[in-house]
């Protein structure tokens, strides 16, 4: 006797949840934060694989668009890494890069979008542990606030 079911009698299974993984955007200036990205794969540091890296040649080259456009491409956030204040290789291109981004994230706010979702931060080309961190702790932020794409949904 045979104990198989019928394929349109038998009970549905649910999928087996798949763990959400942010895809993330980060823009780095060439001169710091690209090398400190470097140091720490050259170092084997442990960091998640969910960055996409942009080199940018700083960080006062970074335009509003550029986030906007890698949150309609996919991205569920952004990180902007650039030099330390006072080390721009441009002067004070990132200092206006500061400025700049306060103004976005109000901006974000207001199209509906976690200002979470973009963070600025400053990587030398000495700390790779802090690209590492950086990275960590912007994937465990974006795994609290869910996939964008859901959230612009239910908006
Ligand atoms: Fe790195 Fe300007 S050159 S932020």
Known sequence: ??????????PQRAKPAVAFEPRIVGFLCNWCSYAGADKAGA????YPPNVHVVRVMCTGR?????VLKAFDEGADGVIILGCHPGDCHYKEQNLRMI????LFLRYMRQLGYEAERCRLDFVSAAEGEKFAQVVT???ATIKGLGPL???RRQA
């Open 137 to 139: 702790e912007m994937v």
């Open 1 to 10: 006797m045979s104990t198989q079911t019928h394929p349109k009698t038998a």
């Open 62 to 66: 970074m335009d509003p668009q550029f």
């Open 43 to 46: 170092a084997q540091l442990p």
């Open 149 to 151: 794409s859901q959230r």
């Open 99 to 102: 400025q700049r981004h306060r």
